[in-house]
């Protein structure tokens, strides 16, 4: 298999050693599965003689961004190929005047807003990881991030992709046009497939002019209901502001912990930002911050100073590696990271969390785009102790529970992976079979990234080794 | 593999949440592409050596040691991950297995013979003076490598009327510790004893390695003198000359991110140079030049490939004067310059002395 894949990419793009096999067999999620090889091609070319040497051989193939994903979705559950695809790195062009892009997989999000802000465009989606994210990976698994609420997720802003199907075939799905009715949508399918229909070698993004201001306010509330309650209001009024965030207590904490970053300690936070002509958004800022003080805000900071902004979003960018600071011993263990649900029902989603935290002895940490209806649930864990895994494991049961019963979904937008799919299975049970259908067109010889969404293990927590020291668990 | 020194580095390698946001500027994964020299990487990989889940193998051993301990990873790191602890403990384990790098244990060997990691005769600056309120301290690279701009740094001091000293020194031993060695408890001792009979109350650095093992190195306590950079001491002398030369200036990473002087040296330069550009990269988001944590000895083309980064960044500002602090950063720079590159690289000691002599403008 090496002499081959080397023939295509060439020798120093081919690894089969300990070292990168050890390395690309995880991601940010608790899984670790090591490929057999690992290979970095250069061109859509090169991706479509690798899969079809792949295909040939029945040898599974699982496209990697950063490795940023929480769920697992890039760990080779199969071992296999992993194609890492941060060569592919090129913004091939920006047309403002038809408001997309072009670019290739491995751009990192940052980087691409760096590239269009002299256009006076931005690519709306804000994962917290996106300085060093890419572009590929947010696409595999549909990544929104703050401004969604505004701006919608990574599927709204897909126009176009390239895609090298399981039998190495390239081709072309949607238009570079902002509106298209050209039969099935067939790159929003792609969106969210995580790697296993094709993989995705260009994408054609829709861009959206850069707000002429911003502004962000701060507003701190004694009680975590409390700004639960005060989201689903401001959302309510028909207001949309293109970021509203919430922090509770432990998000507060670690980030003080952590950065020094100075916030009052109090049950919860919310965080918010209004873009646009400053003359159009006054009046919704002032409505929001009626609302805030209805629901028992205090303390509310309204700022339209660049480096305040920017400094702000720095620290809420931080909250989930920065939760792992959150206490001695403690780790944040990521699971159940991105439950959603009707914004109407985030009060109950966060009070539910917190009185599944209390039932089971554990220390659960949320905060996320709650205008979304999305809250990153962070699971802070002694790894070394078997019975708080146990406990935890049950946690994550409830939690999502609780979502379906709430009538939200298992990932907001980070995707399934390994560590969601048996809660995703039970979502979507009426559609698994219809997803296996899918999944049979698009790669019959099933070798892209297989054991992932309906077809991955029933328990999360055995499916792969996982990366702490709880040996005896295995 | 025994893995004792990674066993107390535990907690950090579990808290690292592998957000990879350590990713972001690392200059060895800038420079090799391969996820496994990235910052998250070197933790994953030590882990995987404590929890015997790998062996070590030769590129395990080189993506180990391919890490200028520069520190960027530790500034993006929101969950404070001491990265560079974990990578040093894993090369300690490394060397106690036998996997180190010949050219570092040739240093060892070196400093045991001569006094020096390069192994030459020693170099003595003699200044014996009696009542000096300073103690010199050059360091390996300054006096074996960089001797010329050491001479003019030490010419500089004279000429502002520093009263000055030297002793007979000896490596301080901080790379030692780096590349996985034991830094000698033996030659810590003789320099301490060096400042002891030379009866100065500061010690007086060029080299930002040597200035941050005195302050931070357990050998060096009871050292019983104020350490000073040799920054620190020029930002509160007068400087009688003033270019009107674009400058600008490279943050040494063992005197910015370690030792957290980024505005010291900026000090000393706006004195006497008012058009000071910052590269795009400066003060804690400063690129490596490379030369750190090993890499110069051990890879050397790798090392020159991220000076040559650094130093086109500088070049981006349009900057007449590239200026550090820095013998082992100015080596490298240096090494890095093409002929067709105009731009001059100093010691910012260096250049104020070319200065006064008037050989610069």
Redesign the interface.
Known sequence: MLEELRAVVGDENV?D????R???G???SMHQSSPSV?V?PVSAGEVQKILRFANGRKIPVVPRG???GESGSAVPIDGGIVL?L??MDRILEVRPEDMFCRVEPGVVNDELNRQLKPYGFFFPPTPA?G??CTIGGMIANNASGMRAMKYGATRDAVLGLKVVLANGDLVTMGSATIIQASGYQLERLMVGSEGTLGVIVEATLRVRPLPEERTVGRAVFYELTQAGDAISKIVATGIVPSALELMDEVAIKS?NK??GAGLPEVEALILFECDGVKASFHHEIKKIKRILEECGAFDIVISDDPQEMEKLWEVRS????????YKE?R??A?LAEDVTAPVSRLRELVEGIHQIARDNDLLIGTYGHAGEGLIHTAFLVD?RLPDEWDRTRKAVDEVFALVRHLGGTTSGEHGIGISKAPYFKKERQDLLELMRGVKKVFDPNNILNPHKLMDAPEDFFTATKL???IKERR | MKTKALESWERDMLRCIRCAYCFVDCPILTELGWESAGARSKVILSYGLKEDEIECNQLIKDRLFQCCLCAQCEINCPAKVEVGGVVRAARKDLVEAGHYFEAHRVMREMVKKTGNVYGEEKKDFHYPKVGAEFALFVGCVGKHREEESLKKTVALLKKLGVSLTSIDEVCCGGVFGDVGFQASPEDAEHIKEEVKKAKVKKLLTTCPMCYRTFKEDPRFEGLGVEVLHITELLEKLDLPVKTNRKITYHDPCDLGRHSDLYDVPRNVIRKFAPDFQEMSKNRENAHCCGAGGGVRGSFTRLSIDMAKKRLQEAIDTGAEVLLTECASCLHNLKNARKRKQKIQIYNISEYLSLLMDGEVG
Do not use: C, E, H, W
């Not at chain 1, 931080?318 to 600071?325: G, K, L, Q, R, Y």
């Open positions: 690894s050693d300990a070292a990168d050890y390395v690309y995880s991601d940010a690992v970095r950063a490795g940023t890492d941060k060569r990881s300085k060093v980030v952590a950065l931080s909250v989930f590696p920065a939760t792992s600071m011993n780790i944040r990521t790894p990366r702490y020291p």
